[in-house]
């Protein structure tokens, strides 16, 4: 099957995996409810699936790159136990109160916008999922759809900033896999996702 020109962007803690702070042990990582299955749903469909995701943790001086990597590596070989696989992995480590500003930390759309430009994505057919309203944000500014699920700091976000969250997301899911579902549903006349 051919490669769709639109893709599917995941924030990574809290979306994909359970949220537990600044994570910097592949031994504490989790993946949530079926994601996987979800992924390589998307993989078969010929979706493109890229992290792009927030990383202060180095800024902070918490961990490193090399710890980052890691993490992602050990995100890697659990989704594929599952044959599932992501196309690609950004991030951010930067964080304006211990470096510098930057266009790639979220709600900035850095990571999107070079995700797009190095793998020929069309983001404004593009949806962007995660558990945080920056995460949004980053989605809206990009160009994409946007979707916000409840798993990680969602439900936290919803009570304290509803309204704002709403007000930048075009679908509230549960997870990410309901999230993948309804896209796909989005997509149901494309030829791509049939």
């Not at 900035?108 to 558990?131: K, Q, Y």
């Amino acid at each position: 099957m051919s490669r769709a020109d639109w893709a599917i962007f995941l924030d990574r803690d809290g979306t994909i995996i359970e949220e537990t702070g600044y994570i910097s042990d592949p031994a504490k990582v989790k993946l949530l409810g079926n994601v996987a299955s979800s992924i390589a749903h998307l993989n078969r469909l010929g979706v493109p699936v890229v992290v792009v995701s927030n990383q202060a943790g180095v800024a902070r001086g918490l961990f490193t790159v090399e710890d980052i990597e890691a993490v992602n590596e050990r995100l890697r070989q659990l989704l594929a136990a599952q044959d599932a696989s992501l196309d690609a992995v950004y991030y951010c480590v930067h964080h304006p109160d211990y470096d510098v500003e930057c266009d790639c930390r979220k709600p900035r759309p850095g990571l999107l916008l070079r995700a797009a430009e190095e793998l020929d994505i069309d983001l404004s057919r593009s949806f962007m999922v995660g558990d945080k309203l920056t995460d949004l944000q980053a989605g809206k500014a990009a160009g994409t759809s946007t979707v916000f699920v409840r798993t990680g700091f969602g439900s936290g976000e919803l009570e304290k900033d509803g309204d704002e969250v709403l007000g930048f997301a075009d679908k509230v899911c549960e997870n990410s896999t309901q999230a993948i579902e309804w896209i796909l549903k989005q997509r149901c006349g494309d030829e791509r996702t049939r």
